[in-house]
């Protein structure tokens, strides 16, 4: 079976697997479980988004991402 390597690394793909169960999510929950710097889960998510893979969602002065529908198991691997 051939391996395919994802575009994403293992924070997005974290990210993106939680958004399954957790409808809204933010850079500090990157931030928390993966022990790194705010600014690292701030391009992590900026990466996800210019790829279409999350989207951003403003309500007053709270923001949080959701995952787009493009952002399917397939979506997130390439071939190598």
Not at 30 to 50: F, Q, Y
Request: proline letters at 2%; aromatic letters at 8%; charged letters at 25%.
């Amino acid at each position: 079976a051939q391996k395919y390597a994802s575009p994403l690394n293992q924070r997005q793909l974290w990210f993106l697997d939680m958004l399954k169960t957790h409808s809204k999510m933010q850079n500090k929950h990157i931030a928390a479980h993966w022990n790194v710097a705010l600014r690292t889960a701030k391009r992590d998510t900026e990466k996800m988004l210019a790829a279409g893979y999350i989207h951003s969602v403003r309500d007053g002065g709270k923001g949080w991402f959701e995952r787009s529908r493009i952002a399917t198991k397939d979506s997130c691997l390439s071939s190598p």
